[in-house]
């Protein structure tokens, strides 16, 4: 499958362009949790998840090649500490998401942060909303808020692996800006945002990059797709940066759940070239169990140029987890993973890139309470 091929593809099934698939992508529910703590209007939340990996390669650098958030191998890890201050808007309403763990330090990895914005690390999400009683539904946000694209949440719990999905690691995580959500239909919500850019508060340029999300939802199905169009480089350099997002969920039964996720990008660049970039992921989740589900993926991500993970290459994995409620609100996951080139690009022994191969098993958990 080519980039031309797959950008077809993208653009017949994107009629309409999906509303935060961030929020609703996931259709199998999340394990149940102990109730918010309220203090009169604002919910309260949040969660701690922790986990060990074994990385069999068992690389000197102590690290799981291309991953996220499960970065730390052979090695006990804080993923993330998060709690989360909420007010539905009536019509003006807030979400605040902050907190600590190596999560939020790759999350932020490439925001240009300068002095005292550092504290923009330990925040994940800090917005406001308007959302007029004679609006028909219609909600207006500003601040910074989670990407609509993607298949994947970014809190463990919400998932059906414990670890992120290549296109998840390679796509966009948040952005800050403003954006619009209005449903058309009962079945179609539509939106529009306009953000500085990708993963960034403040911008590396003046120009501004536009999102086209809209979601059609149903019963058994739903269609999301997501459009990101804009300048992502240094102030000076010409181009924009192209990125198609698509969703489909299947729940064909309550205890039964899919999804297909495709992604295919493009950065211009009028000196250098573009860089183009493509990738499909598979996954269920299986509830064998009220206590127990299998969730197994697999993805094919090809880095044409090297653009996105600076090695151009043929990525694959394959992903296997295993899910136990321990208790009301405390989950546990068995994983086992392998990622695999047609490049050497991951760790072994005291050599860095120097093998094809990555196989790592993991458990992790992750206690919460309150709403996602």
Known sequence: MTYRTCLRAVLLSGLAFAMSAQDAAQTTPA???????????IDFSGLIDGYYSLN????????NVVR????????????MAKFTAEHTPDPIGFRAD???????????????????????????????SV?????????????KFYTSAGAELTETHLNYNYSRALLYANGPYYHFGARMTKPITPFWTAGVQVVNGWNNVEDNNSGKTFGFTSALTGKKASLFNNYYVGPEKAQGVK??????????????????????????????NRI????????????????????FALSPRYEYYDDKNGFITGTPQHLQEFTMTAEMKLKKGFVSRLEYRRDWSNQPFFD?????????TQDTVLLGFVVFFGPK
């Open 56 to 63: 069999l390669n068992h690389p000197a650098s102590r690290n």
């Open 31 to 41: 394990p149940s949790a102990p109730p918010a703590w309220s203090a009169g209007p």
């Open 68 to 79: 996220n958030f499960d970065v730390r191998a052979n090695s006990f890890s804080l993923n």
């Open 348 to 356: 072994r022994g005291n050599g860095t890139a120097n093998h094809k």
């Open 131 to 143: 959302k007029p009683e004679k609006g028909k539904g219609f909600q207006f946000d500003f601040g």
């Open 239 to 268: 181009g924009n940066r192209h990125f198609f997002d698509t969703v489909i969920n299947l729940n064909p039964t309550d205890k039964t759940s899919f999804y297909i996720n495709l992604d295919v990008g493009s950065d211009k």
């Open 272 to 291: 250098a070239g573009n860089n183009d970039w493509w990738g499909i992921g598979f996954a269920g989740r299986f509830q064998v169990h009220e206590l």
């Open 98 to 128: 902050f907190g600590f763990g190596r999560a939020f330090d790759i999350f932020h990895a490439t925001e240009p942060l300068k002095g005292g914005s550092d504290v923009m690390r330990h925040l994940m999400q800090a917005y406001v």
